[in-house]
């Protein structure tokens, strides 16, 4: 009897892995285009971008970016005056911008990285130095949970997205899947988002 409930429970455990990774695998397919335009247009490593959207917003899963497209946790600042959903936070029921697109979200993320002065060392860094850009970001305060560089490194080797920065430098060969994303992005304008957004919410538990 003891037999069989544990494996009743690897199986278990098993099928919850499994269905997690497959998950994973969805959300970096469907937003890989947009990590290598922003590499392009900003220089946030797209390795990075992917593995702090797959862990901001659990791979898309959360019910943050469920109500709003908001896949960083970026909170309305003062004088924002678009739309936005209520969310606990650090504090209950706190404003996050809430985006028609999920790309939109991503440049946002992006602006915000590269226009405060803290995180300015990071695009001194080669872009494929992502256990560098980790451990920075951290050392700059983005995020509370001293874990965070390591659930970053872990996800990048885990689901090798790497490949999309060297992609995105010319070091690695595009699958064919993925030009006419690129190409679809593109053709699209940046839409502005009224009022930029304050620190993302970054508090990783």
Same mark, same amino acid.
């Given at each position: 009897?003891?037999?069989?409930?544990?494996?009743?429970?690897?199986?278990?455990?098993?099928?919850?892995?499994?269905q997690?990774?497959?998950?994973?695998?969805?959300?970096?397919?469907?937003?890989?285009?947009?990590?290598?335009?922003?590499?392009?247009?900003?220089?946030?490593?797209?390795?990075?971008?992917?593995?702090?959207?797959?862990?901001?917003?659990?791979?898309?899963?959360?019910?943050?970016?469920?109500?709003?497209? #908001?896949?960083?946790?970026?909170?309305?600042?003062? &004088?924002?005056?678009?739309? @936005?959903? $209520?969310? +606990?936070?650090?504090?209950?029921?706190?404003?996050?911008?809430?985006?028609?697109?999920?790309?939109?979200?991503?440049?946002?993320?992006?602006?915000?990285?590269?226009?405060?002065?803290?995180?300015?060392?990071?695009?001194?860094?080669?872009?494929?130095?992502?256990?560098?850009?980790a451990?920075?970001?951290?050392?700059?305060?983005?995020?509370? #949970?001293p874990?965070?560089?390591?659930?970053?490194? &872990?996800?990048?080797?885990? @689901?090798? $997205?790497? +490949?999309?920065?060297?992609?995105?430098?010319?070091?690695?060969?595009?699958?064919?899947?993925?030009?006419?994303?690129?190409?679809?992005?593109?053709?699209?304008?940046?839409?502005?988002?009224?009022?930029r957004?304050?620190?993302?919410?970054v508090?990783?538990?």
């Amino acid at each position: 009897m003891r037999k069989i409930l544990l494996t009743i429970a690897l199986f278990t455990a098993l099928t919850a892995a499994a269905q997690q990774s497959a998950t994973v695998m969805a959300y970096i397919r469907q937003y890989r285009g947009i990590a290598i335009e922003e590499m392009h247009r900003t220089g946030v490593p797209a390795a990075i971008k992917l593995a702090q959207g797959i862990l901001e917003s659990s791979a898309g899963e959360g019910d943050l970016v469920k109500r709003s497209n #908001n896949h960083f946790g970026i909170k309305c600042k003062t &004088g924002y005056t678009g739309p @936005y959903v $209520l969310h +606990d936070d650090d504090h209950p029921q706190e404003r996050f911008i809430k985006y028609e697109r999920a790309e939109s979200s991503f440049r946002d993320h992006s602006d915000f990285l590269k226009s405060r002065d803290r995180y300015a060392f990071l695009f001194k860094l080669d872009p494929a130095d992502y256990k560098g850009w980790a451990n920075g970001l951290k050392k700059a305060g983005y995020a509370t #949970n001293p874990k965070y560089p390591q659930l970053i490194i &872990g996800l990048i080797e885990r @689901y090798n $997205l790497e +490949d999309y920065t060297l992609i995105g430098l010319g070091k690695k060969e595009m699958p064919a899947d993925m030009k006419p994303i690129l190409a679809a992005l593109d053709n699209t304008d940046a839409p502005q988002t009224p009022g930029r957004a304050a620190q993302p919410g970054v508090t990783v538990n």
